[in-house]
């Protein structure tokens, strides 16, 4: 079953980018340069790996670790992942990246954020004499980091975030960091798309499953049809005001159905409904 499930959940985030009426967007580098082909060491058995990984801290972990590995100056990488609103580092190779990207979320300025909003490869080859971000180069010198390198982590029009390099020397970066790098990227929000998606159908599964063994308590203990017992559900998850799962776990965790405190409003109508 959860092999099929990931079958779905990959085919359905490979058919995100395939099924774009216009052209597939292609990542470039920071020039404008496409990605070479064939200048990523072992690409295609690294995306094997990260796809079959669908727990997504333990994918995002991997996608720092290949990035170290694979592209050429990083010493150290991490992701910049965008929630809404909120920017969080929720995998890094080190304690250095965290303090780094959090200069960048305090001063709202610095690559990783650039190539998260602005949707492009972004490099810096000496933060020392960096002017596109002034406030947070000067803090980044100070912690040794001289060399940047941000790539963009989308599928369609989703963007996850950013994919960052970092180096404490300067100019650590060329155009066949940036080719590898644009691929490995690529690969990786495939991944990333992949896992949330397959995320989403289990919970989605478990959801159902655990309303299923509500519905069967309220039918055994008070012998009405499936639709009322689910009809019971939806009263009491409207009358305390929680989620119909929330509801339903309560129930097969007590055997109790959630009702108002006694006086409130909506008590006298949630326990006539049981009756």
Known sequence: MLKRLWYLAVG??????????????????????????????????????????????????HIVRAALAEIPGAQEAGITLVTGRELSTPAATGELVEQIDRMQYETGEGPCLD???????????????????????????????????SFELFVGDENFGALNLYSMDARAFDPDSESIGILLASHAALAMAAARTHSGLLTAMGNRDLVGQAKGILIERYKITGVEAFGLLVASSQAVNRKLRDVAEHLVATGELLTPPAGHPRADSASGRRR
């Open 12 to 61: 359905k985030a490979r058919r995100t980018v395939e099924d774009q009426r216009d052209p597939v967007r292609q990542a470039v580098g920071s020039a404008g340069q496409e990605a070479q082909s064939g200048t990523a060491r072992q690409l295609s058995e690294l995306a094997r790996v990260m796809q079959a990984d669908l727990t997504p801290d333990s994918l995002l972990q």
């Open 115 to 149: 190539a998260a909003r602005r949707h492009q490869t972004v490099r810096s080859d000496d933060l020392r004499t960096e002017a596109r971000w002034p406030l947070f180069s000067h803090r980044a010198v100070d912690l040794g980091v001289l060399s940047m390198l």
